[in-house]
């Protein structure tokens, strides 16, 4: 299910919600700037980082919520005084939420949904379905491509899947800063794969199943056939993490943490996490909703 679907789910469900926003950050925090959290009387969605701090929190929001309050701030120091060891502060801003807050967040999610880092994911075999099925629950929309209808229905993941007579095509017409996982049935074809992604110059990701031999062929094919291709940005082993074990669901496991280090290193120190906003601004409230 897609974020913007399971909020927009929660939200038309739930009559009463407060949103939590994390609205600064000074030192070490578990999250960043700019997340948020729904709390409705019996239910949740999303997260500000769980703890100490996310309990009292939900706390906070469901005495809102009992005792008509609209607006709260908190202050909270992620040290002892909670029994937490960040060391750093937050602040956070409690509103009980109208129909118009409401719509503003389907609104928001369903743009962070459209901003999604795409991961293509090139064979859909047991190690392609494997990737599937661990990318699904990630900040990323996974596409799985191959051109064998009959592998792609043995995929159960809830991600995009596509049946393509010319998959280099899918490579081609996805947006910069994708990344892309090789791992075809034929080695001709990675090589084609591989060698269209990396010909893009603007991947985040580029990856193909093998070894340190295929590598070295690849590198041999490039020079030959794409003009002396440099393969200097592809990553082959992927997964390459020492790891014997070669059961499908392993190796995903370990290329799907190489892809998600690539995908978010540039950002996640400072961007909030599924989100790109400012922080929010407004009036301190005090716990009657009294403006200040």
Same mark, same amino acid.
């Given at each position: 299910?897609?974020?913007?679907?399971?909020?927009?789910?929660?939200?038309?469900?739930?009559?009463?919600?407060?949103?939590?926003?994390?609205?600064?950050?000074?030192?070490?925090?578990?999250?960043?700037?700019?997340?948020?959290?729904?709390?409705?009387?019996?239910?949740?969605?999303?997260?500000?980082?769980?703890?100490?701090?996310?309990?009292?929190?939900?706390?906070?929001?469901?005495?809102?919520?009992?005792?008509?309050?609209?607006? *709260?701030?908190?202050?909270?120091?992620?040290?002892?005084?909670?029994?937490?060891?960040?060391?750093?502060?937050?602040?956070?801003?409690?509103?009980?939420?109208?129909?118009?807050?409401?719509?503003?967040?389907?609104?928001?999610?369903?743009?962070?949904?459209?901003?999604?880092?795409?991961?293509?994911?090139?064979?859909?075999?047991?190690?392609?379905?494997?990737?599937?099925? *661990?990318? *699904?629950?990630?900040?990323?929309?996974?596409?799985?491509?191959?051109?064998?209808?009959?592998?792609?229905?043995?995929?159960?993941?809830?991600?995009?899947?596509?049946?393509?007579?010319?998959?280099?095509?899918?490579?081609?017409?996805?947006?910069?800063?994708?990344?892309?996982?090789?791992?075809?049935?034929?080695?001709?074809?990675?090589?084609?794969?591989?060698?269209?992604?990396?010909?893009?110059?603007?991947?985040?990701?580029?990856?193909?199943?093998?070894?340190?031999?295929?590598?070295?062929?690849?590198?041999?094919?490039?020079?030959?056939?794409?003009?002396?291709?440099?393969?200097?940005?592809?990553?082959?082993?992927?997964?390459?993490?020492?790891?014997?074990?070669?059961?499908?669901?392993?190796?995903?496991?370990?290329?799907?943490?190489?892809?998600?280090?690539?995908?978010?290193?540039?950002?996640?120190?400072?961007?909030?996490?599924? &989100?790109?906003? &400012?922080?929010?601004?407004?009036?301190?409230?005090?716990?009657?909703?009294?403006? &200040?």
């Amino acid at each position: 299910m897609t974020v913007p679907g399971s909020l927009s789910k929660f939200l038309s469900t739930q009559h009463s919600v407060i949103r939590v926003a994390l609205t600064r950050v000074r030192g070490s925090s578990p999250r960043n700037e700019g997340t948020e959290m729904f709390v409705a009387p019996g239910a949740l969605w999303g997260t500000i980082g769980g703890g100490q701090l996310e309990f009292m929190a939900i706390n906070a929001a469901r005495d809102m919520l009992r005792d008509g309050v609209l607006h *709260q701030d908190l202050d909270v120091p992620l040290g002892p005084e909670i029994g937490q060891c960040c060391g750093g502060r937050v602040e956070l801003k409690l509103t009980r939420m109208r129909a118009s807050d409401k719509w503003a967040a389907t609104e928001r999610a369903a743009q962070r949904e459209e901003a999604l880092p795409h991961v293509y994911v090139m064979g859909a075999g047991h190690v392609g379905r494997a990737l599937a099925n *661990q990318l *699904q629950h990630l900040p990323v929309r996974c596409i799985l491509v191959d051109t064998r209808p009959e592998e792609i229905e043995l995929c159960t993941a809830s991600v995009e899947t596509r049946v393509s007579a010319i998959p280099e095509s899918d490579v081609w017409g996805a947006p910069a800063r994708s990344a892309f996982i090789v791992l075809t049935h034929d080695h001709g074809l990675d090589f084609l794969l591989t060698s269209a992604a990396l010909e893009r110059q603007d991947a985040a990701y580029v990856g193909m199943i093998g070894s340190a031999t295929k590598r070295v062929k690849l590198r041999n094919w490039a020079h030959k056939h794409c003009d002396g291709q440099s393969i200097e940005h592809l990553k082959c082993p992927i997964g390459a993490s020492g790891s014997r074990d070669k059961r499908p669901s392993v190796i995903a496991a370990f290329v799907v943490a190489e892809v998600m280090a690539e995908l978010t290193s540039e950002t996640a120190a400072t961007a909030p996490t599924g &989100a790109n906003q &400012a922080p929010l601004q407004g009036h301190y409230h005090d716990r009657k909703g009294r403006s &200040a």
